[in-house]
């Protein structure tokens, strides 16, 4: 694969201060961020990103961030602002040395939150009103969206970059992440013969689409979704019913619902009729971790690996 950097909208402050704007195709006017010798972690200030909720400017570099996305609490760390990190929601449980706190994402508390003297706050979405509550004591908030595509992981590991002064550390991740993935991708052989999968969220056999990021991985792979013809896939996270499943006879079946007191590959093969597909018949059926999985962070390559892996395996058997 050879992705291009993407584009994101930032300002960067000029020697006088001045926020200048730039729509150039690197996240600092006065810097590119896919050469990590140029400017480095050097932090360029302020700085205005392009995000979800508009856009945010960041008139220093923050020393107390609350992140309130596991997601963006991976990234964080990845590209070495996680000293600056005093806060992260309850879901980050990712790396270890994350400071874990009761904190919500979905129910944020800005009473709880402004308790940890942040000055600067990052989330997935805008539940209510995160933003503008944050705003009337100061603190400015940059809402990081679900990614839709890996290029949205690109661009929202660069605007963290931006936002922490990381820029650098933040294009040279993006950098190897490109490479590493570009590795794995070469593994699959041309030649492979189609092959169908069924990604499980949970026992109620919802699961995804091509449409999601999740499916974009599975594509990349070379893998076909058999949802993608499901009654009702046009929201991207249908529930299948056990006919259709059967029916459509995946050759591998992933589910993300183990873990534990999570269904294990024994109750998938025992449910009625699943006999009578490929994926159970030939002991394909493949754990995968939810948090790998559902997280569009550094660690979709290890994503990756793992279906691409199984796509290998089962072309040298077709």
């Known amino acids: 694969m050879a992705a291009a950097l993407p584009l994101v909208l930032v300002a960067c402050g000029d020697d006088d201060g001045d926020a200048t704007a730039s729509g150039g195709d690197s996240p600092s006017a006065a810097s590119d961020p896919s050469d990590p010798s140029e400017g480095g972690d050097e932090a360029a200030f302020p700085v205005t990103i392009d995000t979800a909720n508009g856009p945010v400017e960041i008139t220093e570099q923050p020393e107390q961030i609350v992140s309130l996305s596991a997601t963006a609490t991976e990234m964080l760390f990845a590209i070495g602002a996680g000293d600056s ?17 009761d904190l919500s994402g979905f129910e944020p508390n800005v009473e709880a939150i402004v308790g940890y003297a ?3 706050v990052i989330a997935s979405s805008d539940p209510g009103d995160l933003v503008s509550s944050l705003a009337e004591v100061g603190v400015p908030a940059v809402i990081l969206a679900p990614a839709v595509t890996i290029d949205d992981t690109y661009t929202q590991l660069e605007q963290l970059g931006a936002v922490t002064g990381q820029v650098g550390d933040a294009a ?4 190897q992440m490109q490479t590493d993935i570009d590795a794995l991708l070469a ?46 896939a046009a ?20 589910f993300a619902d183990g873990g534990a ?33 559902s997280r569009w962070g550094p660690r979709v390559v290890d994503f990756l690996r793992l279906v691409i892996e199984e796509r290998t395996a089962l072309a040298s058997v077709q």
């Not at 929201?235 to 992933?254: H, I, K, M, R, W």
Request: charged letters at 20%; aromatic letters at 10%.
């Open 261 to 293: 007191g999570g269904v294990v590959a024994e109750d998938i093969a025992a449910r009625p009729g699943w006999d009578q597909i490929a994926a159970v018949q030939q002991d394909r059926i493949v754990e995968v971790d939810p948090d790998i999985a």
């Open 85 to 101: 990190v005093v806060a992260a929601d309850s879901y980050s449980n990712y790396p270890a040395e994350a400071p874990t706190t």
């Open 235 to 254: 929201g991207g996270y249908p529930q299948l019913s056990p006919e259709f499943l059967v029916t459509a006879n995946p050759d591998v079946v992933f």
């Open 172 to 175: 040279e991740l993006v950098g």
């Open 187 to 232: 593994q699959v052989p041309a030649d492979a013969a189609p092959a169908t999968y069924y990604h499980e969220l949970d026992p109620n056999l919802f699961t995804v689409t091509s449409a999601t990021f999740i499916g974009e991985l599975y594509a990349m792979a070379g893998w076909t979704n058999i949802a993608d013809e499901a009654p009702d």
């Open 118 to 120: 942040p000055d600067l």
